[in-house]
């Protein structure tokens, strides 16, 4: 309500009303959506199978380095040390961590370790499971789902789902284990190696049964996640 008082006895009238701000399913649009965000592994899959019939693994391995690398972390270099609020926030954060990265690549080439390869390879699982997760919760605050227990699943569905496609991905097992061995890490037991991708199946079922009965009951509830950060997630978790 509103007083008013200006040349006449004071008076109440309703407030004008305030438009709910409308709720929208996509970052940008549909189309440029699909193809820059939710189905951008489906367009860069069929372009590396017909780059490898010209191109050696090595090569496309160079090139993306070089030119992907380059566009994907620049951006990032800039927002983190040309904002200068972001800066001031996580100032010493983005001092030392730098520092502590080279220090730590410097070591293991010092040394001749090859531990430094492993670790960027989780690093690299963990990196592309937060990214997911961050685009979940962005089209989640779309629709105005903020809801904490549909955030914690979020998180937990991205960590199993990725988790389980590394585990139950002959070829990335392989290639995690040849550089794990080769990094000096213990044997480890093929029995123990089956149990553990019995249980982050267990797990990973479970928490997407879980995660399907919130999205059921927010729905029912009339507040609805966002049913575009599943394709995503299953697009992203599925290359």
Known sequence: MQLLSAFSRPQTVPAAPVAAPKKKLWILDSWRDLILYVGTPLFLVPMFLLAQARWSAQDIYVFVAAFGAMGHHLPGMIRAYGDRALFRRFRWRFIFAPIF???VCVAFYWWDLK????IVFFWGV???MMQTYGFCRIY??????FAALTRRLDFATC???FAAAVLLSPQRMADTLETYYAS???FIPPS???NGQQIVIAIAITVAVLF???????????KRPNPVKHDHRFVVVLQ
């Open 192 to 194: 123990l190696l089956h």
């Open 140 to 145: 989640d605050a779309k629709t105005g789902s």
């Open 159 to 161: 960590a199993t789902w």
């Open 212 to 222: 399907l009965f919130n999205f059921s009951r927010m729905w029912a509830d009339g």
């Open 126 to 128: 963990w990196h592309g």
């Open 101 to 103: 990265l080279v220090s």
């Open 115 to 118: 531990g430094i390869i492993l």
């Open 184 to 186: 000096g890490g213990p």
